[in-house]
């Protein structure tokens, strides 16, 4: 079994800058791209930044310039920086591992329980 775990969410004011982190853990082969998303009430969950492996990344169009991904591949940790917080980044974040539980088998995706970042204007 994968675990995924996120924490680092919370308040600031807008302008401001929070950090979240994901850490994957339990029993696996390798863990391949990781990622950040989110969801609004009523929306669709949104993917905010992903990173793979390799530490090729890409963002949503609304983050770009703002926020930034990074991993710890041998922590099998993913970072999101977020600067420039805005009102409308106010949302549950969630992290999402692919993960290969033996070497030879197929990647499954692992969801976090999400954690919330609330931005005030």
């Known amino acids: 079994q994968v675990q995924v775990v996120e924490s680092g969410g919370g308040l600031v004011q807008a302008g401001g800058s929070l950090r979240l982190s994901c850490a994957a853990s339990?029993?696996?082969?390798?863990?391949?791209?990781m990622g950040w998303y989110r969801q609004a009430p009523g929306e669709q969950r949104e993917l905010v930044a992903g990173?793979?492996?390799?530490?090729?990344?890409n963002y949503g169009d609304s983050v770009k310039g703002r926020f930034i991904i990074s991993r710890d591949n041998a922590k099998n940790t993913v970072y999101l920086q977020m600067n420039s917080l805005r009102p409308e980044d106010t949302t549950v974040y969630y992290c999402?591992?692919?993960?290969?539980?033996?070497?030879?088998?197929?990647?499954?995706?692992?969801w976090g329980q999400g954690t919330q970042v609330t931005v005030t204007s």
């Open positions: 999402n591992a692919g993960a290969k539980v033996a070497k030879f088998s197929s990647c499954r995706h692992y």
């Open positions: 990173i793979t492996s390799g530490g090729t990344t």
């Open positions: 339990g029993i696996f082969f390798s863990i391949n791209d």
